[in-house]
């Protein structure tokens, strides 16, 4: 079973208002490599695959039509850039893997492929790319870049990631760097090529600025659930990361996935699926009631709002509150629609119901997303989700964001391993990240 | 006194050559934190004010029209990404200071922005910026960036850290992060502001996506020399680099950049300037020359030739080696006979001259920007230059890379340490970079 944990530089990621826990630090620790390193140092020591950073550009705004209400709540700002921290994370462990969200749209292709170059020369190859291709609009307000219709972005998505490889797998060759003194020769320039990119959205001469890293590719990591993004997943991503609402309808999807990635040309075994879950634990259930309530007291109900009026793009602050969500025209609803049927298909939904519905409040009864009981009951969950769906593990969001690590490392990860679920040490040999998902020797990208 | 090292995330830093001599290590160390960790760790026992990373895209491709010979000597290339070093760096010690070069041609502005405000706080307010406007060629080759004429790259420098003073400076007030539990409150959204930019080359409306780090605005470095350049400095930067031919010549620099600033409105105090300079020592004039002489064959004359090439701007090979640089029509050879002039401003330089010449062969004796002697010797010169020109102390490029951290920091800081000219301890209290070099409690930008 393979096992990420993610979580986010800003304050109680995932988790609107836990900042105000006394417990959990990342009010002022998002910012503090003081607040990093003992966690990345615990995450290690229980053997956890990788640690994942979620990031954001720019400000959800949607909610109010202004980004006050996400300001007022710290929902996913202020933040620093995770690729820093990686980098810092890095210089203090050894073998922990590390995944960082890093988009299609804020920086130019030949940047990024030297960024992933050098952390993965700096990590000693354990580094993944979460790729997204989120266009905010307040990126293009801010000048990041163009906003584009949403095909329109995986179009350019695709041949970004194209233009990155071919920096990574195609310019130079293995042996190319020769080290030779005698001959006065650091790198045999013959074995050393321009890429001469010239696409619809990128014109990139090359030759790539780093010599071949452990892994050359990053682990590329990716989360798009449409039907677009499915294709670009299938075409692209080793790891991809699922919200399924149940094993069933998981199972189907994961079927899917794997099936498009064969027809790309893929080998479908070189696509790794975890499903994302909210992890709530205790000893013991009435200890873990007792942590539901309290944390349940410290949600704040509006930063929820922001956050899901931001990802929705849907301002439930501009409808009255009792006019039902089908009375409102489609094209400003659909996404509100499809999110409020995962609750209850039937139901008549308000936009009412949307305000008083905060993640906190609805899923631990509802149990969509969530991983929720005794270290026990969760093992039990995991080992039945993953029989029935096929996903090959899970995406951890620990909750709440600080003490939710502790219980990670201190009880599920125990218990997995009674169960024979889940490693014990790291392998000895097979150093870096990708041949922990695909194998001893799968250091590249296939 | 003011000592910064200067280095670079490639192999043998400014020595072309130097990678093979068996002690030398960067020529694996310059991706691995395994070799800069210890770096850091000395640098700071020896309270050395920052490390300084020097950086360049692209590849140097003017030496016989082709990137071939850079390549095959590692001159600059490959490389790693030195903003990520700086990070992993933060991780490990506590006091040394971190200056990175970052050009404003990569990136957006708002993004630049983001990096070093994350940075700032990652550091706890450790952390410079040097100023680059760099366009190679390649830059534009590589979709990094439209090319344009060097006044013109300026006055987008201008704008372009104007925006990001903006974001730093007056996007949130001091007090608007008030973390308080009891009303729900992370941020007083009030107190958070819009930068509204509209430019001639950016748009960015803000707000910044940071809280108010410890320095805000990085320690701003500079190292223009051109009159756009030193206008430039004289405008923006705390801390400017030179590389000044003598102590006279370096005075009359000093005065007209202290004055420019005044002009322009600025606190001349609040400019420190730092002459570059090679450092070469050993702790016998006996074993200095034996070094000299093990260097000077180590070092690759066309490596430095490719370096030299790109720097200026001129190809050596496409001209008769008999051909003086004055037969070569001046839009070609101005910048190539501005430099030879240094070395001799009478005699009648031949293409051939400039090819015979390598960093290391010339140098040694003619002394221009070198600090070469026994720790005495070069403690000597130290002194007397800082005298004379009234620099504020030194940029020191240490020969060879990485032996050459070892000499500075054991041979030559304690001689200086004897002589009371620089610190045995950082300051207890004023933990910044900037309170380093403008005194405690000037912890922002003036």
Not at 27 to 33: D, F, I, K, N, P
Not at 226 to 237: D, E, L
Not at 402 to 414: E, R
């Given at each position: 079973m393979?096992?990420?944990?993610m979580t986010q530089c800003s304050p109680s990621p995932q988790f609107e208002g836990l900042w105000r826990h006394p417990d959990d630090g990342t009010?002022?620790?998002?910012?503090?490599?003081d607040y990093w390193i003992p966690i990345a140092r615990k995450l290690e020591a229980a053997c956890i695959d990788a640690l994942f950073f979620a990031d954001v550009h720019g400000l959800y705004d949607v909610y109010q039509g202004s980004w006050r209400a996400a300001l007022r709540h710290g929902v996913q700002v202020p933040s620093v850039d995770p690729v820093l921290v990686v980098a810092a994370l890095a210089a203090i462990t050894r073998r922990l893997g590390f995944a960082v969200t890093y988009s299609t749209t804020y920086h130019a292709p030949y940047e990024c492929a030297r960024l992933f170059s050098s952390l993965d020369h700096l990590t000693r190859g354990r580094i993944g790319w979460n790729i997204v291709t989120s266009y905010l609009r307040s990126a293009a307000e801010n000048g990041l870049g163009e906003y584009l219709s949403h095909d329109a972005r995986y179009d350019r998505a695709d041949e970004y990631v194209g233009v990155c490889r071919a920096l990574w797998e195609s310019s130079w060759e293995q042996d190319a760097v020769v080290r030779d003194a005698a001959s006065d020769t650091f790198t045999d320039a013959g074995r050393v090529h321009e890429i001469e990119h010239r696409g619809r959205w990128f014109h990139?001469?090359?030759?790539?600025?780093c010599e071949p890293s452990p892994q050359r590719t990053p682990v590329l990591y990716q989360a798009g659930a449409?039907?677009?993004?499915?294709?670009?997943?299938?075409?692209?991503?080793e790891l991809v990361f699922v919200t399924l609402p149940d094993p069933a309808t998981g199972a189907t999807h994961v079927r899917a996935l794997r099936q498009r990635a064969e027809e790309l040309g893929r080998d479908p075994k070189r696509i790794k699926i975890l499903q994302a879950a909210f992890v709530l634990t205790d000893r013991t259930s009435a200890e873990l009631r007792a942590k539901i309530a309290r944390f349940g007291a410290l949600t704040s109900a509006e930063g929820e709002l922001a956050k899901l009026c931001g990802w929705l793009g849907f301002d439930v602050a501009a409808y009255p509150q009792d006019m039902p969500l089908a009375q409102i025209p489609l094209e400003a609803s659909q996404s509100i629609r499809?999110?409020?049927r995962r609750f209850d298909p039937q139901r008549a939904w308000t936009v009412g119901d949307v305000r008083s519905i905060s993640l906190f409040s609805r899923s631990p009864h509802r149990r969509t997303g969530w991983l929720l009981g005794t270290p026990a009951q969760i093992a039990d969950q995991m080992q039945e989700f993953r029989a029935r769906s096929g996903v090959d593990g899970f995406n951890l969001i620990p909750c709440p964001p600080?003490?939710?690590?502790?219980?990670?490392?201190?009880?599920?990860?125990?218990e997995l391993q009674r169960r024979g679920l889940f490693r014990r040490e790291?392998?000895?040999?097979?150093?870096t990240l990708r041949e922990r998902y695909f194998g001893r020797g799968n250091t590249r990208y296939a």
């Open positions: 393979h096992l990420n944990v009010a002022t620790g998002y910012r503090s490599l990139v001469q090359g030759p790539h600025q449409s039907r677009r993004g499915t294709t670009f997943a299938a075409r692209h991503a499809d999110f409020m600080t003490s939710g690590i502790d219980d990670i490392c201190a009880l599920i990860v125990p790291y392998e000895p040999e097979g150093e």
